[in-house]
């Protein structure tokens, strides 16, 4: 997904894939499903009972936000025509999705491939959702839901915005000649030499949504009685819902930024199952040393780092390669997590140790295994040292935009509900809603236990009761 996906086909008349389009149309609603409801269920259940609701809005209220933001300027700025110093696209060219009705070729050349540009923004649509809402993780339980909102819309425009048209928009972290691959190795026909490798979000999405949850959690600060108090998943059977959903989705996240179902995405495929499953038994390995149990948490989690680190490196490697990433991204997440607690800092579910640790891991690893450019394959370092570069650069952009908006709105609207909304439940204080209803209802069981069966006398506004 480089500058060259946009080119315009060069015939007059072009005809649609229809293969194409509709392998995209179902790949977009694949990644759509992994927001709501896979990522809003495996953070609901890994909430308590009292937070469940709002961390599951949170998601909604991502894809609310960010799906009219992209709209209106995400995509222009994303992939518009007119790059502004290698940062961004002009949002005004495509603004409301204006000129957008065209065929694009996303291979560069006549004859396959052609698709409707329309096609290609509701995919990228979905990308950019999805990542929004991935932060929400390591602020769980604590924040404003109206100043989580306000952040979404400015996070998506000051940082995700810019580095999805860095990367995969013919930007400074592109395959552009004015890119910094091609200044430091050079292009030729005005494609960098060394080509960064972020086949489907590894910088884009995850070192991205990582970092600014790292940052986030330092500026908002721990939830009351963190690392005094247990603060267990509520519902374990949710999490192992909510990961299977993500992983049926990540098909179409990862074979679906081939754009075309060729054998390129055969092959994602395949190398986002077996990472996927190594990664799994990588962290249950670690949990079963350590620990004396494998847990489902631990197989939930491992999933998700699994598929966080081939995200980037899927069209690259072959399936044997993807198995040693996943192993080596499983363990490495199983040991990550436990950093918040020797650190200091409340990352709430994890998304430090497992999107920003996988992901960094699996942007740098393209460079190690790659059977076309990696190091492990005899290819040199030039590869490793690029993908270094596109995963600090990131790191840089992102760190220094979330802190600025972070700590702006901890001035102006405030990130914390108070403490004794936090002590009895974020879903009542900021959504007057709890996920579960306790109350004893009467029937056998509550007169066995000696619970009261009898309908309270509630004055109404005409002095009756009900």
């Not at 949990?287 to 899927?314: M, N, Q, W, Y």
Request: proline fraction near 3%; charged fraction near 10%; glycine fraction near 14%.
């Amino acid at each position: 997904m480089t500058a060259h996906l946009l080119s315009l086909a060069t015939v007059d008349e072009p005809t649609i894939d229809y293969a194409s389009t509709g392998f995209l149309i179902v790949c977009a609603s694949l990644v759509l499903l992994m927001t709501t409801p896979g990522l809003a269920l495996f953070y609901g259940g890994m909430t308590r009972a009292k937070s469940v609701l709002n961390m599951m809005m949170m998601s909604f209220g991502a894809m609310g936000v960010v799906g009219i933001l992209y709209v209106l300027y995400g995509y222009s700025m994303s992939f518009g025509p007119s790059d502004i110093g290698g940062l961004i696209a002009n949002p005004f060219d495509k603004f409301g999705l204006k000129d957008t009705a065209s065929v694009i070729n996303p291979f560069g050349y006549d004859g396959y491939g052609n698709i409707p540009e329309l096609v290609f923004v509701g995919f990228q649509l979905t990308f950019a959702v999805i990542t929004v809402a991935l932060i929400s993780g390591a602020i769980a339980d604590r924040v404003k839901f109206s100043t989580w909102l306000v952040f979404s819309g400015l996070w998506v425009t000051l940082a995700y915005f810019p580095i999805a048209h860095m990367v995969w928009g013919g930007g400074l972290l592109s395959a552009s000649e004015s890119g910094l691959s091609a200044r430091l190795f050079g292009a030729t026909d005005g494609v960098a030499d060394v080509v960064p490798i972020d086949f489907a979000g590894g910088t884009v999405v995850h070192i991205n949504a990582g970092m600014a949850g790292l940052v986030l959690a330092l500026i908002v600060g721990k939830r009351l009685g963190f690392g005094k108090q247990a603060m267990r998943p509520h519902n374990v059977p949710l999490v192992m819902i909510g990961a299977g959903l993500l992983w049926f989705g990540w098909f179409g996240f990862n074979a679906g930024s081939e754009l075309a179902p060729d054998g390129t995405a055969a092959l994602v495929w395949v190398n986002t199952t077996v990472a996927t499953c190594a990664a799994m038994l990588g962290w249950l390995l670690v949990e079963k040393f350590r620990d004396g149990h494998a847990t489902s948490i631990g197989a939930a989690s491992g999933v998700v780092a699994g598929l966080v680190a081939i995200t980037p490196a899927c069209g690259a490697l072959s399936p044997l390669g993807s198995i040693a990433l996943g192993a080596v991204a499983g363990a490495m997440c199983a040991y990550a997590v436990g950093l918040k607690y020797t650190l200091g800092f409340d990352d709430s579910l994890d998304v430090v140790g497992v999107h920003l640790v996988a992901g960094l891991w699996g942007t740098i690893g393209a460079g190690l295994l790659s059977t076309s450019t990696g190091l492990f394959y005899g290819h040199g370092v030039k590869q490793t040292v690029v993908q270094i570069l596109i995963a600090l650069a990131s790191l840089l952009i992102c760190g220094v935009v979330t802190a600025a908006l972070g700590y702006a709105l901890k001035a102006t609207m405030g990130w914390r509900i108070t403490e004794d909304a936090e002590s009895a439940g974020i879903d009542q204080s900021e959504h007057a809603e709890t996920a579960y209803d306790l109350t004893p209802r009467g029937g056998r069981l509550a007169g066995a236990l000696g619970l009261t069966t009898t309908r309270e006398s509630t004055p109404t506004s005409e002095g009756a009761s009900v």
